[in-house]
T-cell receptor, first 113, second 111 residues
């Protein structure tokens, strides 16, 4: 079955620096990949979608890359701010015999002032 | 526009009592519906998903069950709660090739 792996360890980063989070997947060739943000006590909120034919996608200070050869997506937050502190999850869409969305376990980002 | 309603926001229930959490979606038809549970500091655990009325797939064996009596209604139930059923429960929906939209979540504490 398809699997997603995110670094389960928390990532601490100094304010103003670029945060980079990693999402790796196996046994799957997704047409696209999504990134979500989850704040404590809330449900995840969609941030970005990147398609298999897109190498890079940007939205304000966010940048996502998608390497289908490596089966990896990188999520970057430039000029990070304390308000960016949250857990970030990647997700794969339903495909083929898999009818469900599959979420990674998420990486907790802490931006230190 | 589409919205998703999940209630209640918090719930404290004694061990052995029944459970019913309800989730409804508005503004879309034939959504894929999901129930997740999240333990403190952990990732989302998919419990059930449904691609249509009466079609329920269970991801993990457990003390819970799910039903979809109407196209946009998804219910999570238990006949007798266990302490281990405590957690943060999230309902979500997706359309065809759309992102997932989550409800506000239910914090369940079994005492």
């Amino acid at each position: 079955s398809q699997k997603i792996e995110q670094n389960s360890e928390a990532l601490n980063i100094q304010e103003g620096k670029t945060a980079t989070l990693t999402c790796n997947y196996t046994n799957y060739s997704p047409a696209y990949l999504q990134w979500y943000r989850q704040d404590p006590g809330r449900g995840p909120v969609f941030l970005l979608l990147i398609r298999e034919n897109e190498k890079e996608k940007r939205k304000e200070r966010l940048k996502v890359t998608f390497d289908t050869t490596l089966k990896q997506s990188l999520f970057h937050i430039t000029a990070s701010q304390p308000a960016d502190s949250a857990t970030y999850l990647c997700a794969l869409p339903p495909s083929g015999g898999y009818q469900k969305v599959t979420f990674g376990t998420g990486t907790k980002l802490q931006v230190i002032p | 526009s589409q919205t998703i309603h999940q209630w209640p926001a918090t719930l404290v229930q004694p061990v052995g009592s029944p459970l019913s959490l309800e989730c409804t979606v508005e503004g879309t038809s034939n959504p894929n519906l999901y129930w997740y549970r999240q333990a403190a500091g952990r990732g989302l655990q998919l419990l059930f998903y449904s691609v249509g009325i009466g079609q329920i797939s269970s991801e993990v064996p457990q003390n819970l069950s799910a039903s979809r009596p109407q196209d946009r209604q998804f219910i999570l139930s238990s006949k007798k709660l266990l302490l281990s059923d405590s957690g943060f429960y999230l309902c979500a929906w997706t359309g065809q090739n759309t992102e997932a939209f989550f409800g506000q979540g239910t914090r369940l504490t079994v005492v």
